[in-house]
Every structure is written in structure tokens, then in C-alpha cells.
């Protein structure tokens, strides 16, 4: 193969801070960023992904008068923080604003949603449940 094919093969992305390299910054730029519905903010409702420990997982922010009593009461404070239903488990969390993230469908959140099998089929839960609220 010479280096004509080569450019023929490997997509050139140009933008402001470009310097003529083809990198992966550059390819995540030209994706869509597609959330839920236009979403730019979270609220109750928004599914997001949770930051717990090291990774991120798959959830919803629900009202505090949503969770059942028997969690509801083994809640900490929820000033400046979202509680969370996780999906795939029976369980709520508190948890601070900026650990936070809309959830939606596009590269890095597939990426993300790869870290373990189980994170995976939580993510696709997270997905049904945007798919059936578009309906």
C-alpha cells in the first residue's frame, strides 16, 4: 500500500485546535452526542451515569419522596447532592452533583458501559428505559 491509499483509508478531521494529525480527539468531536431527548441538564427523571468508588454506573435520578421509607431513612442529606436508583439493583445513593453525568447513546458512553459485564447489562437497562420514555 503507498501513502496515496493510506489517505484514502484514514479520515482527516479538521477544527480550531487541529494540528494537521489525525487523532482520537478529533474523531470523538465529529460524533453526536445524542442524550436523552436534547438533554443538557439533569433532573428527576434524567438517567445518568453515578460516579461510586472508581467507576461509574448506570442510574436515575429519582425525588426524594420516590425512595421507599426502609431506604429512605438510611439516607444522608440530599442539600446539593441527587439521589440515584441504580439500575439492576434495589438500592438508592446520595450523591454529589458534580459525580454526575447524562447518560446517552454514543462512543463513550458504549465505552464506558464496557469497564465489566455487569456494568454493561446495566447500561442496556438504562437504554430501554430512554428508548420507552421516547415513546
Keep these: 500500500m503507498d501513502f496515496d491509499d493510506i489517505q484514502q483509508v484514514v479520515p482527516i478531521f479538521v477544527d480550531d485546535q487541529d494540528i494537521g494529525l489525525t487523532d482520537d480527539k478529533d474523531q470523538e468531536d465529529a460524533l453526536v452526542d445524542e442524550n436523552v431527548a436534547g ?17 461509574f454506573y448506570p442510574g436515575k435520578i429519582v425525588d426524594i419522596d420516590a425512595v421507599p421509607s426502609k431506604y429512605k431513612n438510611k439516607l444522608p442529606s440530599t442539600k446539593y447532592k ?12 446520595v450523591i454529589a452533583k458534580e459525580k454526575v453525568e447524562l447518560l446517552g447513546r454514543n462512543r463513550v458512553d458504549k465505552a ?13 437497562l438504562a437504554l430501554a428505559d430512554i428508548i420507552s420514555s421516547e415513546d
Excluded at 441527587?82 to 445513593?93: F, K, L
Design 39 to 55: 438533554q443538557d441538564e439533569v433532573y428527576t427523571g434524567s438517567v445518568v451515569w453515578g460516579k461510586y468508588g472508581r467507576h
Design 112 to 124: 464506558r458501559s464496557q469497564m465489566s459485564k455487569q456494568i454493561e447489562q446495566r447500561y442496556h
Design 82 to 93: 441527587y439521589v440515584i436508583y441504580w439500575y439492576g439493583e434495589t438500592s438508592y445513593s
